[in-house]
Antibody
Framework: QVQLVQSGTEVKKPGSSVKVSCKAS????????FIWVRQAPGQGLEWMGR????????NFAQKFQDRVTIAADKTSSTVYMDLSSLKSNDTAVYFC??????????????????WGQGTLLTVSS | QSVLTQAPSASGTPGQRVTISCSGS????????LNWYQQLPGAAPKLLIF???QRPSGVPDRFSGSKSGTSASLAISGLQSEDEADYYC???????????FGGGTKLTVL
């Protein structure tokens, strides 16, 4: 189980972009898959996308397809999430999470047992 | 609106047993293993149940999970005040190639 530490609070203007980082420690980075999940004030968890660093594969929720990028830097064991064209309703806490990924057992068996502390993004003019 | 359906709220008194359900479809719960997460107020989610019915180390055996067809349930027995939290089911959807989270159930301990 890795430990995840996210970058700090962000305040952005509508139309701009934000980049949130998630640094993993305590495990072999390439044995894990990572997801980004956000939670708007008073709302539930919303999946944004995933990355499997060992193969560089990414998938995104359809609603974020055009605006989100997820990347992994294996040298620093850090995952990044970029969200562009920010709107006020992007105001939320953004979480990264990791789960062990074994290609032999399949991705559908992944579970996320490590979570970052969350990064608050406020989008306001 | 979430693809996975959960009741928005549940409640019980200390010591009681409560059940939280999660309903999906053949492309998600019907095919893949389901996980449950607990989110205490102001905190990050925490893995509670994985693989439909497995508890990570450190999770009390008061928490149990089950799955049947396209539905799953989380049961909490011997309810305690510290169980007051939001509970989310989550599963990979083979048709959408997305992780699905339920809308969450807010559990109140009366």
């Amino acid at each position: 189980q890795v430990q995840l530490v996210q970058s700090g609070t962000e305040v952005k203007k509508p139309g701009s972009s934000v980049k949130v980082s998630c640094k993993a420690s305590g495990g072999t980075f390439t044995k894990y898959t990572f997801i980004w999940v956000r939670q708007a004030p008073g709302q539930g968890l919303e999946w944004m996308g995933r990355i499997i660093p060992i193969v560089g594969m990414t998938n995104f929720a359809q609603k974020f397809q055009d605006r989100v990028t997820i990347a992994a830097d294996k040298t620093s064991s850090t995952v990044y999430m970029d969200l562009s064209s920010l709107k006020s309703n992007d105001t939320a806490v953004y979480f990264c999470a990791s789960g062990y990924y074994d290609v032999l057992t399949g991705y559908h068996r992944v579970y996320f047992d490590s979570w970052g502390q969350g990064t608050l993004l406020t989008v306001s003019s | 609106q979430s693809v996975l359906t959960q009741a928005p709220s549940a409640s019980g008194t200390p010591g009681q047993r409560v059940t939280i359900s999660c309903s999906g479809s053949t492309s998600n719960i019907g095919t893949n293993t389901l996980n449950w997460y607990q989110q205490l107020p102001g905190a990050a989610p925490k893995l509670l149940i994985f693989g439909n019915d497995q508890r990570p180390s450190g999770v009390p055996d008061r928490f149990s999970g089950s799955k049947s067809g396209t539905s799953a349930s989380l049961a909490i027995s011997g309810l305690q005040s510290e169980d007051e939290a939001d509970y989310y089911c989550a599963v990979w959807d083979d048709s959408l190639n997305e992780w699905m989270f339920g809308g969450g159930t807010k559990l109140t301990v009366l």
